[in-house]
Structure formats: structure tokens, C-alpha cells
């Protein structure tokens, strides 16, 4: 084997064990923040009667915002079909605080908060995924 | 516009996991388009349907299509590693050459073993040259699929051992020119330099005659210049290096 390949195929292999870090590193954080947005959100829903509170709707711009955030970060490492429930759900979230429809909210953030659990599952590399 | 986007972002794509597989095939050697192993084989139909989804799918990332062609190609050079160390490994994933003739006739067993008929057989044999049974001695089945044979002896062609026949070593003809550019990476192989072709082509050809004028020229090492210009027949010269 030249000793361009083998250089190479160090490289190739580097970089696969580099990916997978980063990949976990970047999910870990960005369903983590998802988390605690959510379990911000869900605090002060709790507290407030009327969830048209400028509080509350500052914590869900957070969330948003957040996982805007994360969610470009994500695009580069995962399907972003399997992530875009999350951003569909905090919209409706937004729609259901206008109208205080706090039934609506609740499921919606449950919704998130649902998703955001399962994707730590569904993103490692566990014996049902890779089966 | 958002269609444009899409369409970019695919040719985008295309380019780059086209570069990405280019790179891989060369890096795996040129081994992998001629003679493939099986595992060779099932690694480039692999390769080449996991490198399409990416390129059609824009919700799938780059690196999804990127990671499985790197992890196929480090396994790949842990297999031909493996194949190389070990004989046992070697045959177990390659399988082992196969007589399928042999001086008594069709090993039928074996071919029922291979999964291939006897017209395959012919085939293979007529594609070498040989169209009837009695002219081979040994048909071997190598482990790519291709089918090796010894001819008979008194079939086998008649060389210059044989006839007893004192010849020259062959030498390899190197092109220096080629449509009208300087092969420079073979100018020290053929131990010519660009005066020297010029010079030439003006001696033979005529004065105002220009490298972009020459369709082919090689030189081998006896000096037997091949001569070709973009217009006009082939030519040859003998000891052109004493003429120049």
C-alpha cells in the first residue's frame, strides 16, 4: 500500500470517528437546550392563568429562536425530515398562546418535549437502531 | 425561485459527492475497474446507489451519503489488508481459481460448484481465441469471474524460444507528443527535450512546421520515431537521435 493511501485511509477514519463525535456532541446539546426551553415554558404556563403573558411568550420566542438555531446546526448532521416536527409544533404553540388556548398549548408542548426525548433515542447508536 | 434553490443545491450536490467518489475510487486503486473481486464488486454497486441519495434527497445531509462511501472504503482496505495476510481469509471471501478443464475433459462437478454452464464456458473460451475443446490443455476460473487457459502444446503459438531466434529487447514506445501538446511528464522517459522535437520536425517535416501541427509522435529507445501530423499519413524513422 502507498504511502499516500495509507495517509489517506488514517484520515477517512479520523474523520468518521470525528463526524460521529461531532454528531453527538451537536444533538446532545441541541435536544438538551430543547429541553430546558421546554421545561421553561411548561414552568410558567403552570403559574399563569392566562397564557398570553409577555413572559411566557418571551420563553416561547426563546425556544423558537433556539431551535432555529440548532435545528441549522442539525441540517448538516441528520435528516432534517426526522427534526422538523419540533419546529411545526412550537409554531403551533405560538398560534395556540395568541388565542390562550391553553389545552392546545399543553399538547403541543408535551408535543415538543415528546420529541425532543425520543430523538436522544432515535439518534445513538443503540442495538434497535442499528438493527 | 424556490425550485431554482432546489435545482442548484442538487447540482451542488452532484459535485460534490462526484468528487467524493472520484477520489475514493482512486485512492482504492485502479484494481477496482478491471479485475473485481466479489467483495470489490458488492462494494462499488454499494457505493454507487448510496452515492444517489444524497444527490436527489435534499432533506438528507451530505454527510450521510459521505460517511457510508468512507466507512465502505476503510472496510475495504481492512478486507484487502486481511486478503493479503492472510490465504485463509483470502479464500474465504474471494474464493478460490477453479479448474473447470482439465486434460481429461470438463470437470462438470466443478462447473455445477460455479454455477455456470458449459455454454459459459465456450464462451469464455471463444473470447479468448479458442473455439474448440480439443485445443485446451487447462481452463482455469479465477476468483474475478474471467477464465484462464493453457493451450495444448501443439496449439499453443510458436515463439522466438521455441524457433531458437536471437532478438532484440523489446522497448516500449513514448509519446512526446500528443494532439499537439508536449507529453513533458515523459520527455526524460524518452531522454529527448522540446528543442530536440522541434528540431526534428523542422529537419523532416519542413520549417515552419509546429508542435500543434503533430497529431502523435512517439520515440522508443532504438530511436524509431512514430510520426503523425494532424493532416496527412503516419510516418516512421529509424536512429532519429543520431539524425537530430
Redesign the interface.
Known amino acids: 500500500?502507498k504511502i499516500?493511501?495509507r495517509i489517506?485511509?488514517f484520515f477517512?477514519?479520523g474523520?468518521?470517528i470525528f463526524?460521529c463525535v461531532i454528531e453527538d456532541v451537536v444533538a446532545g446539546v441541541a435536544l438538551q437546550a430543547l429541553q430546558n426551553d421546554c421545561a421553561r415554558v411548561e414552568q410558567l404556563s403552570l403559574e399563569k392563568d392566562d397564557i398570553r403573558d409577555m413572559e411566557l411568550a418571551l420563553a416561547v420566542d426563546t425556544l423558537e429562536y433556539n431551535w432555529t438555531v440548532n435545528e441549522s446546526n442539525l441540517?448538516?448532521?441528520?435528516?432534517?425530515?426526522n427534526i422538523q416536527e419540533v419546529g411545526v409544533e412550537i409554531s403551533k404553540l405560538k398560534v395556540y398562546q395568541s388565542e390562550n388556548d391553553v389545552k392546545e398549548f399543553r399538547a403541543s408542548l408535551e408535543a415538543v418535549k415528546f420529541y425532543a426525548h425520543s430523538y436522544r433515542h432515535f439518534m445513538g447508536a443503540n442495538l434497535h437502531n442499528v438493527i | 425561485m424556490a425550485h431554482t434553490s432546489d435545482m442548484l443545491t442538487i447540482i451542488i450536490r452532484s459535485i460534490i459527492i462526484y468528487i467524493v467518489v472520484l477520489f475514493l475510487f482512486r485512492?482504492m486503486?485502479k484494481r477496482q475497474l478491471g479485475q473485481m473481486q466479489p467483495f470489490e464488486l458488492v462494494l462499488t454497486l454499494i457505493i454507487a446507489d448510496l452515492a444517489t441519495i444524497p444527490m436527489a434527497e435534499?432533506?438528507?445531509?451530505v454527510?450521510?451519503g459521505i460517511?457510508p462511501l468512507?466507512?465502505l472504503?476503510?472496510l475495504h482496505?481492512v478486507l484487502t489488508?486481511l486478503c493479503r495476510v492472510s490465504t485463509k481469509f483470502s479464500m474465504l471471501v474471494s474464493g478460490k481459481p477453479v479448474i473447470v478443464i482439465n486434460p481429461k475433459g470438463i470437470d462438470y462437478k466443478a462447473l455445477k460448484k460455479l454455477n455456470i454452464s458449459i455454454e459459459d464456458v465456450f464462451e469464455a473460451m471463444r473470447g479468448l481465441g479458442y473455439f474448440s475443446l480439443d485445443q485446451v490443455e487447462y481452463a482455469i476460473m479465477e476468483t474475478n469471474g474471467k477464465l484462464s487457459i493453457l493451450a495444448k502444446s501443439n496449439v499453443s503459438p510458436v515463439t522466438n524460444e521455441n524457433l531458437k531466434i536471437d532478438v532484440a529487447p523489446a522497448v516500449i514506445p513514448i509519446s512526446i507528443v500528443s494532439e499537439g501538446k508536449v507529453m513533458k511528464a515523459n520527455l526524460q522517459e524518452a531522454q529527448v527535450s522540446e528543442d530536440f522535437i522541434l528540431d526534428f520536425l523542422h529537419k523532416k517535416i519542413g520549417v515552419k512546421t509546429k508542435i500543434k501541427d503533430v497529431l502523435v509522435m512517439t520515440i522508443d529507445k532504438n530511436g524509431l520515431v512514430y510520426l503523425q501530423m494532424m493532416k496527412g499519413e503516419s510516418q516512421t524513422f529509424e536512429n532519429v537521435r543520431e539524425v537530430a
Open positions: 500500500m499516500f493511501s489517506t485511509l477517512i477514519f474523520l468518521l463526524f441540517c448538516y448532521l441528520v435528516n432534517h425530515k | 485512492i486503486g435534499i432533506g438528507v445531509p454527510l450521510h460517511i468512507f466507512t472504503v476503510v482496505f489488508f
